[in-house]
């Protein structure tokens, strides 16, 4: 008998050994699937948030967008840049378009147009080939720009300048 009863002991335990090991096996799986579902979701959610950041706009919105912020073209600029004296000359064309704030700047921009390419044109000459051929120089250039020729508007301002075209030679 007592042989009996310790065979079904072992019993037993082989058999609460197995539950153990399938309850265990049962919670790597849960945790690996809950563990994959996560970082899954988590992406998804990212993918979405990009695409509310780059979503395409509406025919009404760009419509919006284009006469509240107004993008002016400048005529082309060419000039001698500054040079140390008995260098060869060297010249810019530059293209300038203007970024506004609201539509009436561009109208003030347009009253204005003389007194702003005077402006930019007296800037630019005084340019080095050095100082503008960087990117940082150009960008230095582009707020300058900005800045001059937003000192001379009165009911708006530029927000950004781009260069168009961009010319050494």
């Known amino acids: 008998m007592a042989e009996e009863e310790g065979a079904e002991n072992k019993e037993e335990k082989k058999g609460s050994k197995k539950v153990i090991i399938i309850g265990a096996i049962v919670l790597l799986l849960l945790a690996g699937g809950g563990g994959f579902f996560f970082l899954h979701h988590k992406k998804a959610g990212i993918k979405k948030e990009e695409q509310a950041q780059h979503h395409e706009m509406t025919p009404k919105e760009m419509e ?9 073209d400048l005529k082309p600029f060419v000039v001698n840049l500054s040079a140390p004296q008995g260098a060869a000359p060297q010249y810019l064309k530059v293209k300038i378009a203007l970024k506004l704030d609201k539509a009436l700047t561009s109208k003030e921009i347009d009253y204005r147009l003389p007194e702003i390419q005077s402006a930019i044109l007296i800037l630019l000459g005084a340019q080095t080939v050095d100082a503008i051929q960087t990117t940082g120089g ?12 937003n000192s001379r508007l009165d009911s708006g301002k530029v927000t950004d300048v781009y260069f168009t075209e961009f010319v050494i030679q």
């Open 64 to 72: 919006k967008m284009i006469k509240d912020h107004p993008i002016v």
């Open 138 to 149: 150009k960008l230095a250039l582009k707020d300058a720009i900005r800045h001059r020729v």
